[in-house]
């Protein structure tokens, strides 16, 4: 949506992280241009996020919609974490806004593993 394209820089940092299922989970982080109203334009972009990172989801695995079609909100080290739960074998879209960049995962576990190398 134009609200968060106008936050981002033009540049992202791609990654992997394989998790103890031994799942490669994507991720990406891009450098926040201004953060003004990134929170809030990210909550009323939660409602097209699926569809809208469907090949993102569909490299990891995802057949079907989100078992869970809501994004539910959590706190890890001090870093609010928004996550869409696909199914049991971690696989969802949860994003953050971390140093002054918006991360985004396919997973609640790579987020966290994500947070903890960045906090080191």
């Known amino acids: 949506p134009e609200g968060v394209a106008d936050s981002l820089q033009e540049n992202l940092t791609l990654f992997v992280h ?48 989100f078992a869970v079609t809501f994004f539910r909100g959590t706190v890890y080290k001090g870093i609010t974490v928004r996550f869409q739960t696909l199914s049991s074998q971690d696989l969802g879209l949860v994003y953050a806004l971390l140093d002054n960049a918006l991360v985004v995962t396919g997973s609640l576990e790579s987020m966290k593993a994500t947070i903890d190398e960045i906090q080191k």
Not at 50 to 61: D, K, V
């Open 18 to 65: 394989k998790n103890a299922q031994n799942r490669s989970r994507l991720g990406f982080a891009i450098p926040l241009a201004e953060n003004a109203h990134i929170e809030a334009d990210l909550t009323a972009w939660e409602p097209d996020m699926e569809r809208n990172f469907a090949l993102f989801l569909s490299i990891q695995g995802q057949k079907d919609s």
